[in-house]
């Protein structure tokens, strides 16, 4: 799959695109529910299918004080938009002079310089400058161009509460991990580099593989069941402090896996870590014997929950 910027031109074979315009933070459901219909449309009439997404998140430029809440990285969405069958993703960087752009001139760049045929949306989609342009008015400013747009209703879940991006942040930010997962369609998952720390852990038995936590929203702080995905393929069953490691001074905010019967080193690599059950939230312990204890008791539970738990990519 290609990976475009909305400042360089789009090459000559994916103009014509049918594009799935959206942020798809998370790609949850409802997401993929939009991106399935534009690739079904655009597979119907033989055009290659777009999914854009914008970066940095809307949300950052007006309110940059925010706190974290990205639920994917751009990599990640790059990867869940081409197992989807996206051709390519359309990444709009997302500037103040993207922002000051009218309805119009918003059109005009999709129609006429990306050379879009057709987009498809959710309902709430809105774009222009103070957010003015709703679906129906991108549908009528597009006709002249000969681009369509269609919009595609939410996804609701069994209990009819519409699937969204605010719900899973809500599940994540209670420990829900089981929520966050039926939402999601797959585990919440932490991408990142494997850093040098202070290496407590292994002085104390059970070595960690940290990892920072960038943008992503912060989830309950705790200790949580993980599945560990490695850059070539293997999946590693573990237990994970997620937080401030309350008993080691000074307070440190990592993800710090523990993989069971895992002895390799992991610097300098990238790795996934999915969050599969919140086992319990942080707490400080008097000396490193009652944490040993309990991160032993930790670990033989994450083991029991995983071993009935089938791997999800």
């Known amino acids: ?26 790609f949850h459901a409802g997401h993929q529910a939009v991106v399935g219909h534009a690739i079904d449309r655009a597979r119907a009439e033989g055009r290659p299918v777009i999914v854009a997404t914008f970066d940095p998140h809307p949300m950052r430029l ?4 925010t706190p974290h809440f990205r639920l994917t990285t751009l990599d990640q969405r790059a990867a869940l938009f081409a197992a989807a069958g ?40 809105t774009f222009g400058k ?18 369509w747009a269609q919009a595609v209703a939410p996804v609701t879940d069994a209990d009819g509460a519409v699937i969204s991006s605010s719900r899973i942040r809500g599940a994540l930010q209670a420990g829900d991990c089981a929520t966050a997962t039926r939402l999601l369609t797959r585990p919440f998952a932490i991408e990142g580099e494997v850093q040098h720390g202070d290496k407590l852990g292994r002085t104390i038995g059970f070595p960690t593989a940290n990892v920072d936590m960038g943008s992503y929203l912060r989830p309950a702080y705790g200790i949580y069941a993980v599945r560990g995905i490695l850059p070539d ?11 401030i490691r309350p008993t080691f001074d000074p307070p ?25 059950a919140f086992l319990r939230p942080e707490a400080k312990y008097d000396g490193l014997d009652a944490l040993m204890a309990q991160i032993a008791l930790d670990c033989e539970a994450a083991r029991q929950i995983l071993a009935g738990t089938p791997y999800v990519a």
């Open 1 to 26: 799959m290609e990976r475009l910027t909305s400042g360089a031109p789009v090459p000559a074979h994916l103009r014509g695109a049918i594009m799935a315009l959206g942020n798809f933070d998370g």
């Open 62 to 65: 007006f309110r940059p004080d």
């Open 86 to 125: 996206a051709d390519a993703m359309m990444v709009f960087a997302f500037t103040p002079q993207l922002a000051a752009l009218g309805p119009q001139a918003f059109v005009r760049l999709l129609a006429a310089d990306m050379g879009i045929a057709g987009v498809v949306t959710g309902q709430d989609f």
């Open 130 to 147: 103070g957010r003015a342009g709703s679906v129906a008015l991108l549908s009528e400013l597009g006709a002249p161009w000969g681009m």
């Open 233 to 243: 393929g293997r999946v590693l069953d573990g237990a994970a402090n997620l937080g």
């Open 252 to 276: 440190k905010e990592l993800l710090e896996p523990h993989f069971f019967d895992f002895a390799e080193s992991l610097y300098g690599q990238c790795i996934a870590v999915q969050l599969i």
